[in-house]
């Protein structure tokens, strides 16, 4: 709008403010500072977006450790005794093993027990054999006892062990393999348990002290060559009742004719 003055002039008429010295006054505001709509922007603030510390991972959950099953032909040891498998266990069902030395350490003991069953990382183990030639390098055994879960005894098993004095099997042995116990001159009793069957030739001979040998077994069916030959003078049998006139024949079928038989 122009309004005309007294004096002729023309004024110009502002409606929002009047503008003087013809000046235009603006506000500061920083070369830096971006405005978002809505806000206010800070002035000389750089504002750079907010970076949030990195979170290390979280610690991943420990793995379970599966235990150990030893497979059919492992080696292991147990107490004084090492073992091999013979037949892989589950969890569900025990597997078997076969005892086939003595530790260093075991060298030196005067008594052992092969126990019935051994448990390995959660696994159980059926021993039902001693092996070839297991106790063979034994210094010092005096006394063993084999669990009623082994029907092998192994060739050499307990080859002239000459402290071994005692020997207790167990109800399983169903047989006794060549020279398993020949040449143990301090062995003077052995009990031949009820399920034994075989008796390899030489299994006892050359046992100089061996006096009495108790047969609880009614199933005998063999016995080999000279498996009590070389005994002491005047070694006896003892057999079941009805068993005398068999087990006679099978003793001098094998040459072992020295030994006397009684019947219980």
């Known amino acids: 709008h122009l309004n005309v003055s007294a004096g002729g002039k023309i004024q110009e008429k502002t409606t929002a403010k009047t503008v003087s010295d013809s000046s235009v006054s603006l506000p500061e505001t920083s070369a830096t500072a971006s405005e978002t709509p809505g806000q206010s922007a800070s002035p000389n603030v750089s504002q750079t977006p907010a970076v949030s510390p990195s979170t290390p991972p979280a610690p991943s959950a420990p793995t379970a450790t599966v235990a150990a099953v030893y497979q059919k032909g492992t080696s292991f040891n147990s107490g004084k005794l090492k073992y091999t498998v013979t037949k892989t266990p589950t969890k569900t069902k025990a597997g078997t093993a076969k005892v086939t030395a003595l530790t260093t350490s075991g060298k030196l003991k005067t008594s052992f027990s092969v126990p019935d069953s051994i448990k390995k990382n959660g696994y159980t183990y059926h021993i039902t054999t001693i092996a070839k030639n297991s106790f063979k390098n034994s210094s010092a055994l005096k006394k063993i006892t084999i669990g009623n879960n082994v029907t092998t005894i192994g060739e050499n098993a307990f080859q002239k ?104």
């Open 161 to 264: 062990l000459k402290t071994l004095k005692t020997v207790t099997m167990g109800t399983g042995v169903v047989q006794i393999n060549k020279h398993a116990f020949s040449g143990c001159k301090e062995l003077r009793k052995i009990t031949l348990p009820e399920n034994v069957t075989t008796i390899k030739s030489k299994a006892f001979y050359n046992d100089t002290a061996l006096k009495a040998i108790i047969t609880d077994t009614k199933s005998l069916i063999t016995v080999g060559e000279k498996a009590f030959n070389n005994l002491k003078k005047g070694c006896y049998m003892v057999v079941p009742s009805g068993k005398k006139t068999a087990y006679k024949s099978l003793l001098t079928e094998s040459k072992n004719t020295t030994i006397k038989m009684y019947t219980y």
